[in-house]
């Protein structure tokens, strides 16, 4: 394309989506609100889905010394979990730590243990152990139950199984909801796109009629599309941006123990998926739309 | 130039032929009266040059090239080389007569100062320079049906249609736009004049081509329009 | 029937009057041609007359009530008295001639049986009987012109207001469709033609007001087009 | 209106819908999306909101008895307790019962209690105490902790102030989110049928300038909106409908621990919600979108 070329239709694009009035706003209004509706969500969703890999990380299992394995076992097992690809996390945990904790977990009925001392200790030492994946515990808690100087494994079996596929689905519900969504812009959007240019489809067939070729009729739409679109991403972004800061902000001061991701993380997300979403379907609603038109 | 065979026309849903079995040879620089009453298929006929529309059977070759033949593509670099004034005018409600007319220069590639030279001379010519920056809904029927021609002519096409281009015109200034169109035909393009204007047609003694029922019922040199009925 | 006095009207963006001090008296039944050149005014002077738009300034009254005062809601039933030619058509693209044509009587509460004797009968008069159930962009110009009048005639209204209803006939249908408007004049209806058809207006020699520079120049009873330059 | 012009409007209305093939449908399409989103989140947002109000009704205070106390005061306690308005449920807990419940949370480290038995419990009886409204709990148990013979009142301070915050914000993210989505719906649908409405202006004038008057014009424009705003609504209706009772008989299946509201139910407020939303905008969107061009 020649730069005349270029600046011409450039040009002829801003006319028109000036001339356009409030059918421009229109279209930038249906592309920012529909960008806005999924932009929202998406980082809705990518907290939930950090909530919940926060609360499956918690999950974690509890090995149990066999007490009458001798020190060459116990070494054997430190090494052979240390070498686990799965596990994460291998921490030792002696009886008189467990002790300590369950005081702990006791709270104010802690007195109820006040007869055990460091001699009389009838719990156990243990390893609690973390996987890299969470859902790998029940699997590998199998596994580990079976090594040298084990006496048994403890991950909360029956409780565990069903918070994992819980949070699955709300992983699950998150996608279809998001992919629901993507959907619906990308309808929405060229629907708009469509209809803006149906109305003006007499002045697509007079420019054909008078020579001139389906790329020249095209170029201007194109260069609309993406300006409307670009236009219709930016909005949501800034606005999802603002009010996300501030939403931080005031859960942090309110609601501490939630952990939300920063701004900046999920704004590169966002900005990543919003504005070539717009732009492309932009472009791609209004030279597919006029297509329609270029047949005469 | 123009050679047609054995044209029919057929319109989707119609039973009858808007054109049958037309024969016409047309040379380069001619000019050419259509004449014939409403629905007689004057307007279909040069639909069919422009490629508007493709005959139903026969044969339409203009410039060499056969229309029914013609790959999309080439329809614009066709359409370049014929100027034509629709009996609807056909403008471009969503910019103003400058860029009208101009748009058939935009189109080729002409530069910006070119166009600024040509088109004012255009206007001109039709009568209409103080309107250049309206609107085609601000005119008046005939002021549009001007802006048409001069649509037509500015970029100097080799061939030259005109579908009623003094219907909504007063005598005075259908004769000047009708002379303004023999002046181009003096230049050397080739003229096709679909009218009801007897007295252009009485007055420039042409050559006259008679459709009547949807045939080609007479074609006269220098014909009149009451000779031919 | 019309008064018009001192009748100014200049359309907004534009610096010159498109009307200027306008006065005529039209009486009840009367024919009247309007000529005059290309953007002279003619149109304007029958929108105005349909309240298509207010003058600028003086006073317009029709059936003796002031259009300048006239209210929003009473505005279509003055448009129903006055049956309209467009000089740009106005056919509704999405309805077929039959329901362009009915549509002037289903807005006065018509039953349907009185309209589907009345329409195929005015469209026999225009001539477009068998291309009742077509769309309008399948017709030639000329038919919608027809059509056009069809419309405006077939409510029988108390005045007709016809903008080049002949622009796009050929001379035998123009004659047909000028000696239809003169035997709805006889029956009663005012009517006023706004042409360039020389030929009617010479035939006819009914009153022939001329519009010259966005003035009125000429008021001739038995008037023709020529003596009007 | 003469049944006789209503027959006439409505037939022009139905024309106009076929006469308008794909525009129609897109504007059924915008109008099932927009509402399919919103009646999404609504059947999302209240079964979240039956979660949270599930878990916050577990959420109880447990008030220990003074020991000192004598049976007067007792009975006086139980009497306070049992006519305390804001109280849903009252249960006593004996120290024999507490003991046995708190081996059972031990699990299999219950051992460690073995040395107490019936004579020597050191653990105290109690009342379970269930507020009708799960937020009062704080103050409430502020208030009975000074009735007689209470020895002190535990309700996990600390920890439910910020789960009732936390229910709060889901409750208030999915208000936003439904609120917003109406908007959303009323902005998208009202431009839809005014982008058609604006397809067809040329003939809306020609109409006033042969002698229509402004209802005549209107009438059949209403039905048409009435008509795409009804089926509209009623095909995400449908969709829900389905797609709810398939989701719930899964999960019933699957993950048998989550409450859902039964469908039937949800689908009264769906119903109650979506159909009026659609009609009325239909309604509204056309009239009002004719209104524009009935001015010449
Ligand atoms: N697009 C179309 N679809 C169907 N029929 C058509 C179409 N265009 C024209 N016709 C029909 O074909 C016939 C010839 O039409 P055409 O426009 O060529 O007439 P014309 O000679 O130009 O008439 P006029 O002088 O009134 O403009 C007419 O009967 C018309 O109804
Ligand atoms: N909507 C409008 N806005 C601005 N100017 C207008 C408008 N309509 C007409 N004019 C101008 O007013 C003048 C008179 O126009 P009008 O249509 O009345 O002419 P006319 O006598 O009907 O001409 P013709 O014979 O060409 O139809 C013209 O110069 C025209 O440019
Ligand atoms: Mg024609
Ligand atoms: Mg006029």
């Known amino acids: 394309m020649h730069i005349r070329s270029l600046l011409y239709f450039l040009g002829e694009a801003l006319k028109s989506i000036v001339r356009n009035g409030w059918m421009s706003i229109a279209s930038i209004g249906v592309v920012s609100i529909t960008l806005l509706i999924l932009g929202s969500f998406m980082v809705l969703s990518f907290n939930v889905a950090l909530f919940t890999q926060d609360i499956k990380e918690q999950v974690q299992i509890v090995l149990y010394l066999d007490e009458t394995s001798d020190q060459e076992t116990k070494l054997e097992l430190q090494r052979m979990l240390a070498s686990h690809f799965q596990l994460e996390e291998v921490r030792y945990v002696s009886k008189e730590e467990a002790m300590e904790r369950l005081k702990q977990q006791l709270g104010d009925r802690a007195y109820l243990l006040d007869g055990y001392n460091a001699e009389e200790n009838p719990l156990r030492d243990s390893y609690q152990v973390r996987t890299k994946i969470p859902e790998d515990i029940p699997i590998v808690a199998k596994e580990i139950a079976d090594y040298p100087g084990v006496g048994y494994v403890d991950y909360g079996s029956g409780v565990v199984e069903p918070l994992f596929q819980f949070t699955g689905l709300v992983r699950w519900i998150g996608l279809a909801f998001m992919a629901g969504l993507a959907v619906t812009a990308i309808f929405l959007i060229a629907h708009t796109i469509r209809l803006t240019v149906y109305v003006r489809r007499k002045e697509i067939m007079i420019m054909k009629y008078v020579g001139a070729t389906d790329w020249f009729i095209r170029w201007p739409f194109i260069f609309e599309g993406l300006i409307l679109g670009f236009i219709g991403a930016i909005i949501p972004v800034i606005v999802i941006y603002y009010s996300y800061q501030a939403a931080v902000l005031w859960m942090q001061a309110n609601i501490y123990f939630i952990p939300l991701i920063p701004p900046e993380r999920i704004m590169e997300e966002i900005v990543k998926a919003i504005i070539p979403l717009g732009v492309v379907l932009g472009v791609l609603g209004s030279s597919i739309s006029v297509r329609r038109f270029l047949k005469v | ?229």
């Not at chain 2, 000047?176 to 047609?201: C, F, P, S, W, Y």
């Open chain 2, 1 to 229: 130039m123009i050679e047609i065979c054995h044209l029919y026309k057929q319109y989707v849903h119609n039973e009858f032929y808007a054109l049958k079995d037309i024969n016409l040879i047309i040379d380069r620089g001619e000019f050419i009266f259509i004449v014939g009453p409403s629905g007689a298929g004057k307007s279909t006929l040069l639909k069919l040059l422009l490629r508007e529309t493709l005959p139903t059977r026969g044969s339409i070759k203009i410039f060499g090239r056969d229309l029914t033949q013609l790959k999309n593509r080439e329809i614009p670099f066709l359409r370049r080389n014929i100027g034509m004034v629709f009996q609807d005018f056909r403008l471009l409600s969503d910019r103003n007569v400058f860029e009208n007319v101009a748009f058939s220069l935009r189109i080729i590639g002409t530069s910006s100062r070119e166009i600024r030279k040509r088109v004012p001379l255009v206007l001109e010519l039709v009568g209409l320079k103080d309107k250049a920056f309206k609107n085609p809904n601000e005119l008046s029927g005939g002021e549009q049906q001007r802006v048409c021609v001069a649509r037509a002519i500015v970029n100097r096409p080799s061939v030259l249609l005109a579908d009623e281009p003094t219907g909504n015109l007063d005598p005075a200034t259908s004769m000047e736009i009708m002379t303004l169109i023999q002046d181009i035909n003096i230049r050397g393009t080739t003229v096709i004049v679909a009218t009801h204007d007897k007295d252009a047609v009485d007055h420039f003694q042409k050559r006259v081509v008679v459709l009547e029922n949807n045939q080609l019922v007479s074609d006269q040199e220098r014909g009149v329009y009451f000779n031919a009925h």
